[in-house]
């Protein structure tokens, strides 16, 4: 057909037409001029001149020919109200579950394409979009509200009511979620619970819609005032209100189980303390008995040794009245075999009663068999707390009692009430933690079959592609070929180790000692980076932030919750996160900018600022990180590191924190960041200063709204992220896992041949691997993996359950195991490769670099956590990490421009580069006022970016 074309022009015109209707799906329109690359590239497919489209874009006549004609060839539609209508009705099932107007057309687009259907203008498709969006809100509000009673609707208005005697409405008391571990806070939990109760929503009715799209109601309502709520129209009002009944109820329950874990393992820290205190205290008493004691013991053994009277060398040391009294008063001082810190539980059960009973009383828990003696042991004292009975009946059930709690509980006398109950709490508490135990209406403690991928659906995958797990699934072959790995590394390493050949370590009687590695950072390089840093030209925070946003549109990712739309003023989303980054606070940013009040800095907060919308923008920044050539020089984009910095916490977010002795005696949190090898933090999360680091290592690879690392991707952490079920669950999915063990001497390994057969290594040996424990659970290993890998769960909540009770749980135990291979694998080669304990050392110290800007960067409020709320400490790690990247990021483009500069005056040596980092802020002002200009001129020169300073004179600098 474009054969045929009479001339040049008609054949590229014609080419150029078909172009347009295949991609994207429309005729080059009257007026419009193609892109001069693509008539260019179309122009030499058919060996015509570019220029002679000039004479066919003259002529519109030709362009409505050509339109029609290949039209009908194609088989393409027009646009029109009965299309229209079509895709109007197939876009309403997607609008369900998420009504972005860009994603919307993003779908209305691709469809068309694939019905051969003319691209409509613009114009039409957003009118389009809009319809159905609006015809998907009001089919979730009825879905929502559909079959609501009465007297349910009526409850639900009363949410929007003012209580008696205060100013305040029911539903903003009920928003107010206590935070602190104190028995009021319990209390006011479960009264909240009840009054949501009190509504009696069916939970099975948020289920008739994406919970998505539940989730999206709830937070458009927390950002909406009860005031605007209760002047909703009626439907809507009551799909809001009943969106809010269900996320509170399973918020507060979530909340309750929460408080309960803090309140009992408070119970046990503070009896602990007691316990030590009073030893403390008696120090001096129990001191003088022992040198009394010990002259005594002194003065009968001479009594024996000369044949004298014992009663006679007791009389001369003190008097035997004395004695019988001193006698009396150790029995006093004498604590109990065991040094048994239980012994002091019972003085705290007058406040554990102020809470248990409402707490037993008030949740559902279901368990596995195993925990059916706890189950019944909680109904029979709700059942004593309902009746007010005080002795327990002899057939209470007693078989979940521990051995370290079964002296207290059962004694000569029967079972002890107070210990019962006592240890009843603290069952329950480890049964939560493992998952044994569950409670009816939570989201964090639901049963851990209920938060794997189903057997079915897993069955599904296998038959059609393939689990996407990155080891062989058979398990014969998978421990056939690990078992061939194993022996092969400990015969090497063996034979090494005993011929004194590996570098840097040695063993000796069974004892492994490696040197450590030195700092390999030559002088040259820190002279280097400091003359680079000298030329970068000195900015405010606000101006780079600003920058920053030109390079990348970040600030296109914060999207108004409701419409989607990007905030209308950048300079006051801007002023929002670095309130949150700077650690500032919105009333504080207020007073330290002129271009928006507090007003309009907590509308833009709370409608563009959201977990989502920063890990959309922090996935922009570290896309341009990682393609800027200098950060090539930084790593090959192949490795990653992960730690957690803590925070002390201050003000009301004091309640909500805890004490780890490691960082002190205040509370805090930690803020746990992954950081690729090109110094980009592509995920982080805020964890209690008590958690476990080894749980939250897998989520930053797994969870940081970018493409996922690549198999076989390397990932290094320090001590706090070992685990031998975090490499067990590492090799499934792909990913090499490289920590830096404390204390590496004292980690055993783990062969399938008997120790002996490696002499050298056998006293580091400390058993063979379980091959039949792991076959025995292979399935579950697989259905775990599967299901972390497709976002089913997270891989902390994962292991948080496998980690609770390690010993009794078959399949902890069986993943724990394999990881037990896997850390062995690891060893080996750590042993033999000083390049591996290099580069773990090397990716390391970039985190702790990373920390100290953040450190720096968060400076505010004495770098303190005041929030209390944890959406709203996940806001301040949110902010934080993303200044951070965006400092890292100006500092990398800006530096490539220094070396640029410098190399046109001196030699740079590519070797020194290696060593160079963007870690810098001496040249960034952080504090002072925070002032934009609304047409400000940040760039100056060919490259679009700021001029440099100049290089200082080192010479001049030296004399």
Known sequence: MIRRGRGDHHRLGLALMLCYLRYPGRPLHAGEIPDPALVS??????????????????????????????????????????????????????????DRLVDLAALVLEECRGRGILLPPPARLERLCIEVRYRARREIERRLTEGLSADQRRRLDALTERRLDTSQSWLAWLRQIPESAKPASMLGVIERLEHIRAIDIDPARGHRINQSRLAQLVREAGRTTVQHVAGYERRRRHAVLTAIDLDLSARLTDQAITLFERLIGAMFRKAEGRHARAFQAEGRAINEKVRLYARIGAALMAARAGQGDPFAAIDKVIPWDRFCSTVMEAETLVRSEDFDP??????????????????????????????????????????????????????????????????????????????????????????????????????????????????????????????????????????????????????????RARGGLLPDVTIEKGVLRITPIEKSTPPEAEALAAKLYATLPRIRITDLLTEVAGWTGFLDCFTHLRTGEAAADPRVLMAGLLADGLNLGLTRMAEACSIASLGQLAWTADWHIRDETYALALRRLV????????????????????????????????????????????????????????????????????????????????????????????????????SDHVFALCALLGYVFAPRIPDLKDRRLYSFARPAAYPTLAPMIAGRINVDLIRAHWPDLLR????????????????????????????????????????????????????????????????????????AVFIHRLGEIRDRTFENQTHRASGLNLLVTAIILWNTRYLAQAIQALRQVEDVPGTLLRHLSPIGWEHVNLTGDYIWSANQKSTENHAGLRPLRPIPDTTTHAA
């Not at 539609?77 to 369900?96: K, N, S, Y």
């Not at 592609?465 to 398990?475: K, L, N, Q, R």
């Not at 960082?663 to 805090?668: M, R, S």
């Not at 996922?708 to 390397?714: D, E, I, K, L, N």
Request: aromatic residues 8%; glycine residues 8%; charged residues 25%.
């Open 41 to 98: 590239f179309v122009a030499t497919q058919i060996d015509v001149l570019p220029d002679s489209l000039g004479a066919y874009l003259r002529v519109d006549q030709n362009r409505r020919r050509h339109s029609a004609a290949l039209q009908d060839r194609l088989g393409l539609r027009p646009w029109g109200p009965r299309v229209a209508a079509d895709l109007a009705d197939w876009l309403l099932a997607h609008a369900l579950e998420a």
């Open 342 to 495: 239980y012994e002091v539980l019972s003085e705290h059960y007058a406040g554990i009663r102020r809470w248990a009973p409402a707490f037993l009383a008030t949740f559902e828990f279901q368990g596995v068999p195993a925990a059916a003696s706890l189950m019944r042991a909680i109904a029979m004292l709700r059942a004593m707390n309902s009746a007010g009975a005080s002795t327990l009946p002899k057939s209470a059930p007693t078989a979940f009692v521990r051995p370290r709690w079964a002296r207290h509980v059962l004694t000569a006398h029967g079972i002890d009430r107070r210990y019962y109950e006592l240890c009843v709490l603290a069952e329950l508490r480890q049964r939560l933690a493992a998952g044994d135990v569950w409670v009816t209406g939570s989201r964090q403690y639901r049963a851990f079959e209920e938060r794997l991928i189903s057997r079915e659906t897993l069955q599904v995958l296998q038959k059609a592609s393939g689990i996407p797990v990155a080891i062989e699934t058979d398990f014969d072959r998978f421990i056939e070929t690990r078992r061939t790995w194993l022996d092969a590394r400990l015969a090497e390493v063996d034979a």
């Open 784 to 855: 775990i993996a599967t299901s972390i890998r497709t976002g089913t769960v997270s891989a902390s909540v994962i292991l948080r359950q496998l980690a609770a009770y390690p010993r009794q749980n078959a399949v902890a135990a069986a993943l724990r195991e394999l990881g037990r291979l896997e850390r062995t694998l690891f060893t080996l080669d750590w042993l033999e490769d000083p390049g591996l304990r290099r580069e773990s050392s090397h990716e390391l110290n970039k985190g702790e670099a990373r920390n100290s800007l953040a450190r």
């Open 623 to 722: 896309e341009h990180q990682s393609r800027e050539p200098l950060a090539a020089l930084f790593g090959s984009g192949t490795a990653s590191s992960s730690d957690g910095q803590f925070f002390r916490a201050g003000g009301s977010g004091r309640d909500a924190s805890r004490i780890n002795a490691h960082y002190g005696p205040e509370p805090g949190l930690k803020f746990y960041t992954h950081l690729s090898d090109r110094y980009a933090p592509f995920h982080t999360r805020v964890i209690a200063a008590t958690a476990s680091e080894a749980l939250h290592v897998l989520d930053g690879l797994l969870d940081h709204h970018g493409d996922a690392p690549p198999r076989q991707h390397r990932h290094h952490t320090d001590g706090g992220g070992v």
